[in-house]
């Protein structure tokens, strides 16, 4: 065992599940209580098309997928708040586009789409010093973002408008949340890869959700369920030889399962009936 996380890949990749399952896992609160749960799926493709991007113009995929993912980020606020839309209604517009451009990339690709297939699908194992620079610098800036502003944040989750009508500047928190999703997702796509990284944002959070009613503990959390889906995941996909990215989503996922089953809030739903 010693001897496995002796091996510098293994090092990143546990490093990587870290910051990942962080970043993750307190976006992730945002998403689940704000009720935005397609924002992972729209930004997701949005990063997806810009590495697509990246590849067909030859410059480096994360760039490229930092640029879009934060673009559909800033179209989300804008439409949801000029358009007088649902910001579901504004995020699944958004996605739809970003979709349509990420195929459009992927068949304007020349040669084997091997490259295409890793951003999709992910692999911790294979993430490189660079990637981990990214990982890093995102994940500080989000714990940073979260504890500078906790308090506007929080206002922000309960209430946007009523946030803004104390005087908390509301629109700029929500915004900056927002690229912060986008962020976390652009740097996260070797990691857990671009079709099961909304999973990753959804579930840990979720299962916080589950298990208590502070927000601050929520934030918490979800943030160790990320490392620990990241984690656990990394060893089962390295001893069983099964895929990275979905190992991490399936345990993820079992998290959420448990933490539901536990639910205080599931057994006063079932008394309240």
């Known amino acids: 065992m010693w001897a ?18 962080i970043s993750c896992g307190l976006v992730g609160v945002f998403v689940v209580t704000m009720h935005l749960s397609l924002l992972g799926v729209c930004v997701a493709h949005a990063a997806f098309a810009g590495a697509m991007l990246g590849i067909w113009l030859d410059f480096d995929p994360i760039w490229g997928a930092l640029a879009f993912s ?31 451009l990420a195929f459009l990339f992927v068949g304007l690709t020349p040669g084997a789409k091997t490259q295409a297939l890793s951003l999709f699908w992910g692999n911790i194992l294979t993430v490189t010093t660079t990637d981990l620079a990214y990982l890093v610098a995102v994940a500080a800036l989000i714990v940073l973002f979260l504890v500078l502003f906790f ?25 900056g949340l927002l690229f912060a999703t986008g962020a976390t997702v652009a740097v996260s796509l070797r990691t857990v ?13 979720a299962a916080a959700f589950q298990l208590t009613y502070s927000l601050k503990r929520m934030f918490i959390l979800a943030a160790a369920f990320g490392v620990f889906s ?33 639910s205080p809030k599931r057994r006063m739903s079932s008394w309240r009936i």
């Open 151 to 175: 308090k506007e944040i929080q206002a922000v989750v309960c209430h946007r408008r009523v946030a803004y009508s104390v005087g908390i500047p509301a629109t700029v928190v929500f915004y």
């Open 4 to 21: 496995i996380l002796g091996r510098e890949f293994m090092q990143h990749a546990l490093v990587a599940g870290l910051c990942a399952g």
């Open 70 to 100: 934060l673009a559909a980020a800033a179209f989300v606020g804008p439409l949801a708040d000029r358009g007088q839309l649902n910001p579901d209604s504004a995020v699944g517009i958004v996605f739809s586009f970003m979709l349509g």
């Open 230 to 262: 990241c984690w656990i995941g990394l060893a089962c996909s390295y001893f069983w030889d099964l895929p990275t990215g979905a190992t991490i989503v399936i345990t993820s996922s079992i998290i959420f399962a448990v933490a539901l089953a536990i």
């Open 193 to 205: 890869g671009g079709l099961l990284i909304y999973s990753l944002l959804l579930n840990p959070a």
